[in-house]
């Protein structure tokens, strides 16, 4: 008898993880590359201002065209790592009550989105299991899905990835805040011990707010057996979700969406107050300093007290990120540094850089940068459940999934985020 031959099972997955492997490193060399013709450029440019007041058009010219690759050569790294860091679906936990539930509740969502069936939703519903609240309101897709749409937000949405994010089964998310540490002293061993006042206590509110996206199918992609429904979905609404959050979490004003960090109270560092956030002044209207620019990125972070600056990231968007670059130090050092391997961040004076492009250009009076601890600053409310409604109806022939999460966030530590006025 003959034995399959088997070579091609073992060794496929090998050749794929090589080939892999080597995509980064091809991406990581390419960054690399670009960033040390960036440097000689630059290094150019400052020449010619020094020399004659100003540099060569050219020159100039040819310093936006590798900034504008050592961006491309940076989406790609971020494309790849996203992609090599994405779990496949199949491989997932069911997440059920139980296994045996967990599975049917996959095979009954499954039937509902390629044919409209929602009886077998309804059975589980009978069986106790959280399965939707009928087609009026859509069905919960099941915890796989679900998971997977929050792993892939937590890697495109940049301000989820750094801040603290909390799932809840109510409406919204309610926590204790000091305004004010409680009293304390030294005192002998013996002696009276007086009565401190104690803290000053708010409540902080972080309602959840409903975020929707409307992919559209063809019945012919639904109706084949071989597409992967679980990952399609996945695929449509990830995009879309983080869109929308990321903007939310920067500028939202709290009204029918999160409230983000930009839209909070601000104060001058100098004379911060709990409640508020602390800006630094760059001294230029809409810029940085002419001499030392650099210098008001070590004020900004310095701004922040120690026990948040060890977890320190730096969040700004790529045009700003790209006026950064050009800044070095005293020693002729450049301060913004690319990632040494693929899923790592670019780094600024030794902190990681986020970049987050709902963050605002620079402008008169902007925060167009800002600093700290997310983790600490910051706080994200997922409302457990993701729901899907199927309408074949408004948009025939295609068929519309109009799909809801309900997410809230806010700022929980002011004291632990600073902002870079350019003012």
Known sequence: MTLPDTTETKTAPALENKAGAGETKAALA?????????????????????????????????????????????????????????????????????????????????????????????RLEEKALSAGSGPDGGYLVPPTIEREVLRRLAA??????????????????????????????????????????????????????????????????????????????????????????????????????????????????????PGKIGFVATGVSAGFPAANPSDVLFDLVYGLRAAYRQNGTFVMNRRVQGTIRKFRDADGNYLWQPPLAAGAAATLLGFPVAEAEAMPDIAAGSHALAFGDFRRGYLVVDRAGLRVLRDPYSAKPYVLFYTTKRVGGGVQDHEAIKLLRFA
């Open 156 to 273: 495109l949405s940049p301000i989820r990835a750094l801040a603290t994010v909390r799932t809840i089964s109510a409406g919204q998310y309610k926590r204790a805040m000091s305004q004010s540490a409680a009293a304390a002293g030294w005192v002998a061993e013996a002696a009276a011990r007086p009565q401190t006042d104690g803290p000053t206590l708010s409540e902080l509110s972080f309602p959840a707010m409903e975020l929707y996206a409307m992919p559209a199918a063809t019945q012919t992609l639904l109706d084949d057996a071989v597409v992967d429904i679980d990952a399609w979905l996945a695929d449509e609404v990830e995009t879309a979700f983080a869109e929308q959050e990321g903007t939310a979490f920067v500028s939202g004003n709290g009204v029918s969406r999160p409230k983000g960090f930009l839209a909070a109270d601000t104060v001058a560092n100098s004379a911060w107050v």
């Open 30 to 122: 390419d960054l690399a590359t670009a960033f040390e013709s960036f440097k000689a450029t630059n290094d150019t440019r400052l020449a010619e201002i020094d020399r004659r007041l100003s540099a060569d058009v050219v020159t100039e010219e040819k310093l936006a065209r590798i900034d504008a690759a050592l961006d491309a050569a940076r989406t790609r790294l971020d494309r790849i790592s996203l992609e090599r860091a994405r779990p496949p679906l199949a491989g997932a936990e069911t997440g059920g009550p139980s296994d045996g539930l967990g599975a049917e509740h996959k095979a009954a969502f499954d039937l509902y989105v390629r044919a409209g069936e929602s009886a077998g939703l309804k």
